[in-house]
């Protein structure tokens, strides 16, 4: 039979281990190189969440809102179409015009 007592000892046990106290947000034991393994470990588990949130909702993604990209696509028809007008009438220069072209269109 299990005995609830001795469970929580040996958890408080593990708990109170030099080894896994803080870790991996504690000041740990190792030294320098332990830190930073720490933070590299951190840092790549964070980056695998966000590169996992891209995939799902970035740009193409599986749930990504099909309606974000047709706003978005009507927005620069419009902004293209409002710079070609002020080139047209000219009040940019053909500089500009190029420059912020590229830049919508990018």
Do not use: C
């Amino acid at each position: 039979m299990l005995d609830i007592t001795a469970l929580i000892s040996e958890l408080n046990n593990l708990a109170n281990d030099p080894q896994w106290r803080g870790w991996p947000f504690g000041p740990g034991f190792g030294g320098t190189w332990s830190a930073v393994a720490r933070f590299a470990f951190v840092a790549l588990i964070l980056g695998f969440i966000v590169l996992f949130l891209r995939v799902l909702f970035g740009p193409k993604g599986i749930f990504r809102d099909h309606e974000l990209d047709r706003e978005a696509e009507e927005m620069r028809k419009a902004e293209l179409e409002e710079l070609e007008n002020k080139f047209k009438s000219g009040k940019i220069s053909e500089l500009e015009y190029k420059f912020k072209k590229r830049e919508i269109e990018s």
